[in-house]
């Protein structure tokens, strides 16, 4: 986490935290229902060359005697979250929360009116935390994500995950979860597929909801991690979060968190940046049937377009080696019938 | 691993590996067939205190309705691997498994033909091999569990495990598995739990042969780990092992792999030595119905007996607390029917 957030230039996080205040043009229109068939585990995709291409790879790969047939329990589909799973403008969402925790925090804390880039903050001078840089915002990951029991930091995210509401749409973040990839997700566990998240957010903060949202359970999500340390308190063992960073499961730390948590490697990755690359690369490197998918947001009207020039979603290096190599593209402006859920608290099928 | 292997003494290492070398003596016996009945699923368990302490937890919490039920997912049992789930004496098998590498990797060095602790080693001189110390053992770790990718290593322990024999019984170490614990596990997935291995053994040594031998797949397997580094070698991505500790999963690191990996509480926990309190001290600490079994190792005939007086496992808090606690302890002696399976090759159910 820390490292990751040190890359962000002050420009960049001045952009961004900018972004994240402002209220103005919800680009999210309200959700179309997706009609459902019975013949069709992937009502919300549109007929096109992603969903057949996915389509055809899940029917080659479980087709018992075919040349391309898999065992169940190689069939590992690993998962990109912010941008792939759930939408991650203007921030990723984890960056909201952390900035919540501290409003929250902020009474057990007097030093922090006076003391930046808590104080501006506080006041919602989100220029001011911007200008206090990279060590500010460190701060601020620090102060909300270290220094206390995993159960306690589950419980904060319980209780934000279920109140808070996105800047722009109003909606639970739960609520922004994208409707064609819990259908994808379920596809595949329907097929004997094991499900697993590999997100650069932290797992920490993704367990807590994870099993409910999309139906993949905490030892199926892999992220990035601060380190842990076991202490008694009054006879009873607690884990306590430390601020040292244990793992950044980005870029080259995405196939070291599959190695070191999974064990195998997947047959099939869904990413949407470059921070998902090395993922999709080390599961395409591995013998017989591989799929990879790469999500292109270029849908301004019902979700977020961005792309070369984003600031924050670095995205050049993925999308052009998605494209040389000939992996599956999907637009969401053309490829999904529906992006958002349309209930208002998504409970995917297991 | 290396944190681990430090905290041995010089004497002890040369009692370890002069044990280790002594072909005398062979303590086990041939197998007894287990009588299997369809009523019990734990046949090689002898009717007592243990065995029915573990029917009766396992009912508790899978009737529906009753004060006690936990949900399928929260159904998490986590198992040691070294003493409890396969035998780990003379020394864990995975120290005999480096001696035997050092011998396999010595025609591409031919400079350990004169370094120690390698020149030693490789005349059989074992009290040599003490003599080097635990700078020694650090260093026979390093040259065989460090340097190559992981699926070198991977390939390297499938090649030994399928041929290597127990110096004292000559038998595969797959074979010197625990028939009760085989009928254990697969109770417990029978009623709906997912069983782990949570060893002070090294992950990757361990994840070749686990699904096959114990029915638990790499990814329900936690256990030390050096730290991973992603090369691209001819434009194909590998991942290296390196000679640095990323987790000793072992003491206090065990609820730190657990959380880590599994990022949940497990419900039941099975160990035999101090370096599995920790591990069933945090599975007992959570809420509603828990268990926690010490497997004793006192039955000299059938396996091997040890306890205060061993040098290498540590036994005394583990022990005194399971007795203080009121935890199940098993005598290997008499509460199991059978120690190793009858078949030269067990493949437990699944």
């Known amino acids: 986490m820390s490292r ?18 402002s209220r103005e043009s919800p680009p999210v229109s309200p959700p179309t229902p997706a009609s459902v068939t019975a013949a069709d585990p992937l009502p919300s995709w549109n007929d096109g060359a992603a969903k ?37 403008k203007p921030v990723p969402f984890q ?35 911007a200008g206090s840089g990279e060590k500010g915002v460190l701060a601020i990951v620090a102060a909300t ?13 319980h209780e934000w995950i279920t109140t808070a509401k996105h800047p722009q749409t109003g909606r639970l973040f739960t609520e922004m979860v994208y409707q064609p990839m819990l259908e994808a997700l379920a596809y595949l566990r329907a097929n004997g ?5 590999v997100s650069g ?44 960073l244990d793992l950044l499961d980005d870029k080259e730390g995405k196939p070291v968190g599959i190695q070191r948590q999974i064990g195998r490697r997947p047959i099939a990755a869904f990413g949407n940046s470059d ?27 019902r979700e977020f377009a961005y792309d070369r020039t984003d600031k924050l979603q670095q995205f050049n290096q993925g999308w052009d080696e998605a494209v040389a ?19 208002s608290d998504p409970r995917p099928q297991r």
């Open 4 to 21: 990751c957030l040190r890359r962000w230039s002050v420009v960049t996080l001045w952009l961004v935290l900018a972004a994240a205040c």
């Open 145 to 157: 994500h270290a220094g206390m029991t995993t159960d306690e930091f589950s419980a904060a995210v």
């Open 193 to 197: 597929f094991k499900t697993f998240i």
């Open 275 to 301: 921070g998902d690359l090395q993922m999709l690369q080390w599961a395409m490197a591995g013998a017989g049937a591989r799929f990879a998918l790469f999500v292109h947001h270029d849908d301004a009207t």
């Open 95 to 129: 960056l909201l929360f952390a900035f919540d925790r501290v409003k929250a925090l902020a009474p057990q804390h007097p030093e922090w009116n006076t003391k930046e880039p808590f104080a501006s903050l506080l006041k919602g001078d989100m220029a001011g935390v």
């Open 325 to 343: 190599k000939g992996w599956t593209v999907v637009s969401m402006k053309n490829d999904w019938k529906t992006v958002f859920p349309a209930g």
């Open 52 to 88: 057949k291409s996915l389509v055809d790879f899940v029917g080659r790969v479980t087709r018992e005697g075919g040349p391309d047939f898999v065992t169940a329990p190689e069939r590992i589909a690993t998962f990109d979250n912010d941008g792939t799973l759930w939408s991650e």
């Open 201 to 244: 957010g932290g797992v920490e903060f993704m367990r807590p909801w994870a099993e409910r949202v999309y139906g993949i359970p905490p030892e199926q999500v892999v992220g990035s991690s601060g380190k842990l340390q076991l202490e008694m308190r009054n006879g009873t063992p607690v884990l306590v979060k430390l601020a040292a």
